[in-house]
């Protein structure tokens, strides 16, 4: 094969061309600010908003004015929890979350926590889901905000969004949901699965980067928030700044596609995920799926080869790109926070890479990927002095190593 592969859709995901021919009038002859109302420009880019808002709206079950749209994921979760916080404050300052969530989660809520909240982070269990009985236990009469991800961005588990709904329904708290890795793989349903706000974005559904969305449920009940950013109104009050009419229009028509191939995509990404998990964990041994296989993103294969070093591995398989579990960001060494949490040893999280699967991935590539991992762990594992001991049945927990 004669050029990379990619094979990171979670990082980002290559932008459909049918969503830059959408895009590419709005960038020249149909320029128009979309908040200029005197004029067949503004309103051409405002009809395009609309449009787009419809679109965005019907993916996940919701009403086009509850739609607003932003920069991108990280701009939506901090609106969505920090314009709820600041909004509910008055009815109470405690807020919970789930220790595998994402920075755009995390980051914020732990802000608020140095600005005088109290914050209650879930545990998940061994494959990554939470417990809905803990998140009832965790619930108090001072509660405003559960946030969590429907998808986990590093190991595709789906958190049960429904049952937790009805929880947070039933005691009369606002659950915010960032869906911006199960936009694309997961069936969303807003009013059924209880959600009063919903973060997404377009550069991982095949849109382009910088604007994303937030829901913010109108009714039963009505959600208010804060804005964070003011200056001119758009967008209802709740974010001010002159619209990204071609990036609005773009997710508007990546939503759009999504919706109409959703059956013949999830079983296209299943497939080559299925193809590439069975591949390699045919060709190898010593090879673990971190997550739930019961209930995963279609696009994600998170898989930890003992023995071998993740970031050694990815240097070997530079023609693909993939990301490794090994660091939360790239200064660091430190194991995934989320493979940690999940209880795996700090061994196999050092060895874990995520492969995500997208739309513009092939067959032939998945089959190239499978042999290229094959050699390279193989290669690794060669110079492993553990690997040839395990494989001689030596538990290596009972060795006593010589220190001196």
């Known amino acids: 094969m004669d050029r990379s592969i990619y094979l990171d859709n979670h990082a980002t995901t290559k932008l459909d061309p049918r969503v830059l021919d959408a895009m590419i009038p ?30 965005v709206a019907a993916l996940i079950g919701a009403d086009p004015k509850e ?16 314009g709820v916080s600041e909004m509910y404050r008055e009815k109470g300052n405690h807020l919970i979350a789930v220790e595998t969530d994402i920075r755009s989660i ?29 998140l009832r ?14 998808v986990n961005h590093e190991i595709g588990t789906i958190q049960p969004m429904e049952e937790i709904g009805k929880i947070t329904r039933e005691k009369g708290v606002l659950l915010h949901v960032n869906a911006s890795y199960s936009a694309g793989t997961v069936p969303i349903d807003v009013n059924r699965m209880n959600i009063d706000l919903l973060s997404m974005n377009a550069h991982l559904i095949y849109g382009p980067k910088g604007v994303g969305a937030l829901y913010v449920r109108r009714k039963n009940p009505r ?11 758009h967008e209802r009050g709740l974010r001010s700044g002159t619209l990204n009419t071609p990036g609005i229009v773009g997710m508007g028509v990546a939503c759009r596609l999504l919706r109409e191939n959703w059956d013949s995509e999830i079983a296209f990404l299943t497939g080559l995920r299925n193809k590439l998990e069975n591949g390699i964990m045919e060709e190898l041994d010593y090879v673990s799926v971190n997550g739930d296989v ?55 999280a050092h060895s874990s890479i995520r492969f995500t699967v997208g739309r513009f991935n092939t067959e032939e590539e998945i089959s190239y990927t499978v042999r290229r991992v094959k050699e390279a762990v193989s290669r690794l594992r060669d110079m492993s002095p553990l690997y040839e001991m395990a494989k001689e049945g ?11």
């Open 67 to 82: 739609i607003v749209f932003t920069s991108g994921m990280t701009e939506s979760d901090n609106l969505a929890i920090k």
């Open 294 to 348: 019961d209930h995963r993103s279609p696009a994600v294969s998170n898989l930890s080869f003992a023995f071998v070093e993740g970031e050694a591995l990815l240097m070997g398989l530079k023609e693909i790109a993939l990301s490794s579990g090994s660091a939360c960001t790239s200064s660091t060494l430190e194991p995934s926070y989320v493979l940690r949490a999940l209880g795996v040893g700090t061994d196999l």
């Open 137 to 150: 236990e965790a619930i108090r009469p001072e509660t405003i905000l559960v946030s969590m991800m429907m």
């Open 106 to 134: 995390l980051d914020p809520l732990h802000a608020l926590e140095r600005h005088g909240f109290t914050l209650t982070i879930l545990p998940v269990d061994s494959k990554g889901r939470v417990d809905p009985e803990k």
């Open 26 to 55: 709005y960038f020249t002859e149909n320029f128009g600010n979309a908040a200029s109302r005197n004029h067949a420009y503004g309103w051409k880019a405002e009809e395009a908003v609309d449009q787009a808002r419809s679109d």
């Open 223 to 233: 959600v208010r928030i804060t804005p964070q950013i003011e200056g001119g109104g």
């Open 394 to 404: 030596i538990d290596l927990k009972s060795v006593q190593w010589n220190t001196h």
